[in-house]
């Protein structure tokens, strides 16, 4: 539009503070990550999905006689309603995990009769259920799509442990259970990402949590978010052998592809999480098999990658990269890493969902307008 000044544009956000929060710190220069002032690297070590859960929501560890009644709280809440279950076999035939794992979040709701109640206490209680359904979902969809029954949850078993069981049928060993745990431990929160941003600005609108959050799964989904593990996999099995990997890698940068698993819209250095998961896969690339190839293709891929573009262009591998060769170590079809991605990230989208509702307010940006003005309507007949 002639003569109007056009303010400045932060395309994508990039750069802006929208809210304070004191859930995630997020240093991308440094490549450090903390929950709740805890850095990523000791959270790894020491804890597990179902304290780091607790400590997202409430700000704190967890006393033991606390872990113990949250454990407690999160187990009970693992079985899903016979609908969902039907739901979850009728769409597991013909979409993608993701659209099913949409669906069923969203169909919780129906069940929940605290589903619209703003409370602190109710959201608490409706965030508990949502992280703990989450994983019977993801589980249950793996299981029902390769055309098994339904196996219920267990209460004695771990979260992870629990969704490996409700997938597979069979009690996983105790390294599969800590390996999963651990990898939920590095997907449960990031601050504000595409899809926790997106599940605030559903709840900004005073929506539900139930809703909040199936934003957050539909954003997830994308491949320049949470859907680059699957998409990085399937490269990794694309370039087949080791000795491929430097002429697969520089063919997709010379025709301008994105290598799916490297970059990062805040780290300009490596994730800390992917330093953490290559560490598993160095060790797995001793194993044998396809993991050992992938885990080998992966490593030649990323030294090659940090050669072309990481001291260049700040562009390092991220969280997605060195993930698939871990899930399929684990038995986890690429199908499903993103599921699992969204059940890990659950915690975090419900942290800072009952975070912002403490000072909520509604999230409308301006977009500067070029279009046309002062047009007059013409009757079809004239046009
Ligand atoms: C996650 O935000 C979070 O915290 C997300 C996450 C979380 O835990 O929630 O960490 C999880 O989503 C990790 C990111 C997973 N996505 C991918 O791996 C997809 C591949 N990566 C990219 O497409 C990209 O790096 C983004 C989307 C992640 C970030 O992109 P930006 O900040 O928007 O940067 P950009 O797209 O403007 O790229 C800048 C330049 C471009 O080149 P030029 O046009 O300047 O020549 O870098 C290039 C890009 O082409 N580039 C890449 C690349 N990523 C960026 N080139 C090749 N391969 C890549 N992966």
Not at 155 to 168: D, F, I, K, S, V
Request: glycine content about 8%; proline content about 4%.
């Amino acid at each position: 539009m002639a003569g109007k000044t056009m303010p400045e544009l932060h395309l994508g956000l990039e750069g802006i503070y929208f809210a304070e929060s004191s859930i995630c710190k997020v240093d991308g220069t440094k490549g450090r990550l903390y929950y709740r002032g805890y850095s990523i690297g000791e959270l790894a070590g020491y804890s597990d999905f179902e304290e780091v859960s607790y400590l997202l929501l409430h700000g704190e560890l967890p006393t033991r006689s606390q872990l113990i009644a949250f454990r407690r709280r999160m187990r009970a809440e693992r079985t899903l309603p016979n609908k969902i279950i039907g739901i979850i076999e009728e769409e597991s035939v013909r979409s993608h995990p993701m659209h099913v794992l949409l669906t069923a979040v969203a169909a919780l709701a129906a069940y929940d009769k605290e589903a619209d109640v703003a409370s602190p206490r109710a959201n608490m209680e409706k965030s508990i259920r949502l992280i703990s359904k989450a994983g019977s979902i993801v589980a249950a969809i793996g299981r029902l799509r390769s055309g098994k029954q339904y196996v219920r949850p267990d209460a004695r078993l771990g979260h992870a442990e629990n969704m490996l069981y409700m997938m597979n049928g069979t009690r996983p060993s105790s390294n599969a259970a800590r390996l999963l745990d651990l990898m939920m431990v590095l997907h449960a929160e990031h601050s504000s990402n595409a899809s926790t941003f997106s599940t605030i600005v559903t709840g900004a609108t005073l929506s539900d949590l139930y809703s909040a959050v199936a934003s957050g799964i539909a954003t997830l989904k994308g491949p320049l978010h949470g859907g680059a593990d699957e998409r990085a996999l399937q490269m990794l099995r694309d370039i087949k052998r080791p000795e491929n990997t430097e002429r697969y890698i520089d063919e997709a940068l010379q025709n301008k592809r994105r290598v799916m698993g490297f970059g990062h819209r805040v780290y300009k250095t490596y994730d800390p999480r992917a330093r953490i998961i290559r560490k598993i896969l160095l060790d797995l690339s001793l194993e044998s098999g396809e993991v050992k190839n992938l885990a080998q293709i992966a490593l030649r891929a990323e030294k090659l990658m940090i050669e072309r573009l990481g001291r260049s262009k700040g562009i390092w591998p991220n969280v997605d990269f060195f993930t698939g060769p871990v899930y399929v170590h684990i038995g986890i079809i690429p199908a499903l890493f993103t599921p699992m991605f969204a059940a890990s990230r659950m915690p975090g989208w419900c942290a800072h969902m009952l975070e912002y509702w403490e000072h909520s307010r509604l999230i409308r940006p301006l977009e500067y307008y070029t279009g046309q003005a002062g047009r007059r309507y013409v009757p079809l007949g004239r046009r």
